[in-house]
């Protein structure tokens, strides 16, 4: 319901004030990217297996809500080897909207926990990534963080394209 009244404002603010254009500005992108481990017989932990399912429903929901404002969604998953999540695991099951981190758009930290399957892939005790937003802490990131996050940066874009060229004369 949040996630509406957000979309809302963004859509009615500009027609109430009477600064709405008919002409929306070039296409703007929200840009998802979510990296994660991946073996090469194509598997991944529970907890990465998870957030995939919860990035293309972040994705598909900010694509439905954006598309009016003339905002395009994308989405990017990266598969990280073995290798590298060895190297760091830190960066194992990480979001990225517009090149900037979930946790940063949400106010939220990381920390990290246990992670069973991930020891398993890796053959060592692992730590892996944890996001927490508003003193939850979550092991799969939800689709509503991604969705929350990926508001906040139409707003940042919206917002930055209105103080470059207003859209009422003086």
Known sequence: MKVLKIVGALVVVPIVT???STEFAPERTIALRWQRLVTEAGETCDRCGSTQEEVR???AVLRRCLQPLGMKVTLEETPMSPEACA???SQSNRVFVNDRPLADWLGG???????????EKLGENVQCRTVTVGGQTFETIPA???I??????AEASLASAATQKPCCPE
């Open 18 to 20: 009477g600064c709405a």
């Open 57 to 59: 429903v972040g994705a």
């Open 87 to 89: 190297r760091d695991i």
């Open 109 to 119: 930290t990381v920390g990290m926990s246990a992670c069973a399957r991930c020891c």
């Open 144 to 146: 509503v963080l991604i």
């Open 148 to 153: 929350r996050a990926g508001l906040l940066a």
